[in-house]
């Protein structure tokens, strides 16, 4: 079946596979060729896909995956995978490190958020309390 795996600023990989095997919300999902058609969401994790019977692996910051049904031009089937990032390679140790320094951006990035947001509130807040006193009764 034929893999691919798109970012908004590449193609990480459109190759024909054997099998892969992924994470989505509910848990772990192998896709086998000719699989039913689904259309999902990808937790950050490691997704494993086999190739000629090597297991390659690809680091996955959540997504979407969609399970094409065959047709003529693809017997076998078509998953995309669309994600934010994504890094290929065939050191599990590597791509597991580039996951967690890619959850702890995003986790600190949802904190300065959080903080501009507070900053926000209490200011409108503050106008609000002073638009307050200065109107007439």
Do not use: C
Not at 97 to 118: G, P, V, W, Y
């Amino acid at each position: 079946m034929q893999l691919e795996i798109i970012t908004p600023d590449e193609i990480i990989l459109n190759t024909d596979v054997e099998a892969l095997r992924v994470q989505l919300s509910d848990g772990w999902w192998g896709i086998l060729p000719g699989h039913a058609p689904f259309l999902a969401h990808v937790v950050a994790g490691i997704m494993l896909y086999r190739q000629q019977g090597d297991t390659h692996y690809v680091a996955l910051y959540q997504g979407t995956i969609q399970v094409q049904r065959r047709s003529e031009a693809l017997p076998a089937g078509r998953v995309l995978v669309l994600t934010a990032a994504a890094e290929k390679g065939d050191d599990l140790m590597v791509l597991e490190h580039a996951l967690e320094r890619h959850r702890a951006r995003l986790s600190q990035i949802a904190q300065e958020a959080h903080i501009e947001f507070t900053r926000a509130r209490m200011a409108l807040e503050r106008a609000l309390r002073e638009t307050a006193e200065l109107a007439p009764l």
